[in-house]
């Protein structure tokens, strides 16, 4: 197995080299607070950040000190997305749209009164007009609900 401590470039251009390589194994990243035993005194000190790379046998890490952070984060974060970006699923925006359609369908339809008919009082006419009475009855349940779950989203917003 074998361990390097490696310059912050070159971990990330031997990490670009582990993502472009075809590998039969995993890719662990990990970040860890690098510390000092003097130095757990002083509780405004900035740590150094180590950070390990492990595929299979091969290990390398690199000290990345406190000021150098954030450029390195920046360069890190770009290679990730680069890597692993053509490895992702992608999102099935068809059917998305269509089920986002379909909810604003359901909510228009909410919104417009059922006809009630004056059909017969015996017959298929009084069991019509009965369905659409329930359905009525129905819609105004739902306004109703999704108008207290509105106003309880409101409220939680206003709160905070």
């Known amino acids: 197995m074998t361990k390097e401590l490696v310059t912050p470039d070159e971990f990330l251009t031997r990490l670009t080299a582990t993502f472009a390589g075809p590998s039969k194994s995993s890719v662990w990243l990990t970040h860890k607070r690098y510390t000092y ?23 390398f890490s690199a000290r990345i000190p406190a000021s150098a952070l954030p450029t390195f984060h920046a360069a890190y974060g770009a290679l990730l997305k680069q890597s692993m970006a053509p490895h992702m699923r992608k999102r099935d925006k068809k059917k998305e749209r269509a089920r986002a359609e379909a909810a604003e369908k359901r909510r228009k339809e909410l919104y417009v009164d ?3 008919g004056t059909d017969g009082k015996r017959g298929a006419g009084r069991r019509k007009r009965q369905r659409q009475i329930a359905a009525q009855k129905k819609k105004e349940a739902e306004r109703e609900r999704i108008e207290l779950r509105d106003a309880a989203r409101a409220a939680a917003a206003k709160d905070e």
């Not at 509780?43 to 595929?55: I, N």
């Open 37 to 59: 035993e003097d130095a757990m005194a002083d509780p405004e000190a900035e740590y150094d950040v180590l950070v390990r790379c492990t595929q299979g046998e091969i290990k």
């Open 114 to 116: 059922v006809v009630i």
